[in-house]
T-cell receptor
C-alpha cells in the first residue's frame, strides 16, 4: 500500500546530539502526526500538526508541517537514552475516503549511545 | 482517562482457524480504526468504524472483517488464517473519523 517516504531509515547517535528526520509525499495531507513506538508496544503520539507552516514543540521535540502540505520534519534536541525507539510519521487527508485512515512512513530507527 | 485497551495481547493460532480481537477505545471516542503492522509492509490501514458503521476500508481481503458496538468497543475478525496474517494488529481511537488517533498496545498474532 501507499506509504510516506521517511528518512533516514536508521540513525546511530551519541547522547546529547540533536536528531532530525523527515517525511515527504507526492500528495497533500491535511494533518501530519509523529509517533514513537517501543518494541512490542503500540505507537505513542508525540506531536500533531494541523496547519501548513505550523511549527509545534513538545519538550525537546519540535515538528513542522511543510508549507506545501507534502512534507513534515521532526527534530529531537539533546538526545537521551530513552529516546531510543522507532519514530513514524503519519498523514491524514480530508474527505470521506480518508475517514479513520492514516498513511504511515516506513519508520526511523533511533539508537542513542550513552 | 484510560487509554485504548486491546485484548488479548498475544495469540497463537494455526492455519485455517479464525480469530477475534477486541478493542476498547478511550472514553468518549466514537471512531475506531484498525491497522496491521508487519516488518515487510509496515503499518497498513484495515478499516474504520464510527457509530457502529464501517465508514472506510483498506485494501485487505474479505477474510478481514470487523464490527463496532453501541458503546464504541470494536472487534475485528480474521477467518481462514494464513501464515502471512502473522502480525501486530493495532487499534486506534479518536473522537471522530478525521481527528487525532491514539493507539492501543496491539495484539501480536502468530499463525503456525
Amino acid at each position: 500500500g501507499q506509504q510516506l517516504n521517511q528518512s533516514p531509515q536508521s540513525m546511530f547517535i551519541q547522547e546529547g546530539e540533536d536528531v532530525s528526520m523527515n517525511c515527504t509525499s507526492s500528495s497533500i495531507f491535511n494533518t501530519w502526526l509523529w509517533y514513537k513506538q517501543d518494541p512490542g508496544e503500540g505507537p505513542v503520539l508525540l506531536i500533531a500538526l494541523y496547519k501548513a507552516g505550523e511549527l509545534t514543540s513538545n519538550g525537546r521535540l519540535t515538528a513542522q508541517f511543510g508549507i506545501t502540505r507534502k512534507d513534515s520534519f521532526l527534530n529531537i534536541s539533546a538526545s537521551i537514552p530513552s529516546d531510543v525507539g522507532i519514530y513514524f510519521c503519519a498523514g491524514q487527508r480530508a474527505g470521506g475516503t480518508s475517514y479513520g485512515k492514516l498513511t504511515f512512513g516506513q519508520g526511523t530507527i533511533l539508537t542513542v549511545h550513552p | 482517562k484510560a487509554g485504548v485497551t486491546q485484548t488479548p495481547r498475544y495469540l497463537i493460532k494455526t492455519r485455517g482457524q479464525q480469530v477475534t480481537l477486541s478493542c476498547s477505545p478511550i472514553s468518549g471516542h466514537r471512531s475506531v480504526s484498525w491497522y496491521q503492522q508487519t516488518p515487510g509492509q509496515g503499518l497498513q490501514f484495515l478499516f474504520e468504524y464510527f457509530s457502529e458503521t464501517q465508514r472506510n476500508k483498506g485494501n485487505f481481503p474479505g477474510r478481514f472483517s470487523g464490527r463496532q458496538f453501541s458503546n464504541s468497543r470494536s472487534e475485528m475478525n480474521v477467518s481462514t488464517l494464513e501464515l502471512g496474517d502473522s502480525a501486530l494488529y493495532l487499534c486506534a481511537s479518536s473522537p471522530g473519523p478525521l481527528e487525532t488517533q491514539y493507539f492501543g498496545p496491539g495484539t501480536r498474532l502468530l499463525v503456525l
